[in-house]
């Protein structure tokens, strides 16, 4: 009897050994990705600010090719600095550091400001966006980590629908919470897609249709915000082809 309890001794020690180990090696897999997903996503932007500073040289009498160039290089740069937040806020969310500044919002006008903001990007697309609110809806809030949110979802409309299509966002009131809509006429999303949605560094199917870039950490650091808010974020796509539609639900 002492034998065998000596025996099943070893055989956790030797268990326990084999786990650490295991969640060893998943570790270190799992910043590899983190690392070669931020590395390619970070190259492109980067490839690109050299290019366009030599084309900015040759071209230098032109001034309509000057600003294009100076635009892309603005774009390129901004899409850099999205990725380097997003990647310093995924951390931070993961060491439970969320904390919220609440404060009284009209969700309207803060979802109709970050429609304003998005516009060029539909623009160079030919996408239009359709915003339909209902007027002086306040809930209690924080303004920044809202403004994410509703700019991450928008933002993700109109990465992965085609070109001179229409994205439509709409803000109701619904019972005792807010309800704020952005709909695609994208790709929409797959059974599979529905499975890994709000997953940190995950690709979904779809892809963006401009060669944006993308961090697949967008819908997760959206979700970790809706829910230390109180509210409810899911995704909906009817078919195939026919569009995604995502749908934040907040407190009032």
Same mark, same amino acid.
């Given at each position: 009897e002492e034998e065998q309890e000596v025996l099943r001794d070893l055989r956790d020690i030797a268990m326990e050994q084999i786990e650490l180990k295991l969640i060893s090696k998943l570790s270190v897999a799992r910043h590899n990705h983190i690392l070669n997903t931020t590395a390619h996503d970070l190259k492109n932007p980067l490839t690109t600010i050299p290019v366009r500073a030599d084309l900015i040289k040759i071209k230098k009498h032109d001034p309509d090719t000057v600003d294009t160039m100076c635009d892309q290089i603005k774009i390129a740069s901004l899409n850099m600095v999205r990725i380097i937040d997003e990647l310093l806020q995924s951390?931070?969310?993961?060491?439970g550091e969320v904390k919220l500044l609440l404060v009284k919002l009209n969700i309207s006008n803060l979802v109709s400001n970050v429609?304003?903001?998005?516009l060029p990007l539909a623009d160079r697309k030919g996408q239009i966006i359709h915003f339909a609110p209902e007027l002086d809806v306040h809930i209690k809030g924080d303004e920044g980590r809202l403004n994410e949110v509703v700019d991450n979802l928008i933002n993700n409309a109109i990465k992965y629908a085609p070109l001179n299509t229409n994205i439509y966002v709409k803000v109701s009131l619904v019972k005792d919470y807010v309800e704020i809509v952005i709909e695609d006429e994208g790709p929409g $999303?797959? *059974?599979?897609?529905?499975?890994l949605l709000f997953q940190r560094?995950?690709?979904?199917?779809a892809q963006p249709t401009a060669n944006e870039s993308s961090t697949g950490?967008? $819908?997760? *650091?959206?979700?970790?915000?809706?829910?230390?808010?109180?509210?409810?974020?899911?995704?909906?796509s009817d078919a195939k082809n026919m569009g995604g539609r995502f749908t934040v639900e907040l407190p009032i």
């Open positions: 951390g931070s969310m993961e060491a429609v304003a903001m998005n $999303l797959t *059974i599979e897609d529905k499975k560094f995950t690709r979904l199917s950490l967008g $819908l997760s *650091i959206v979700k970790v915000l809706v829910d230390a808010h109180g509210g409810n974020i899911f995704a909906e």
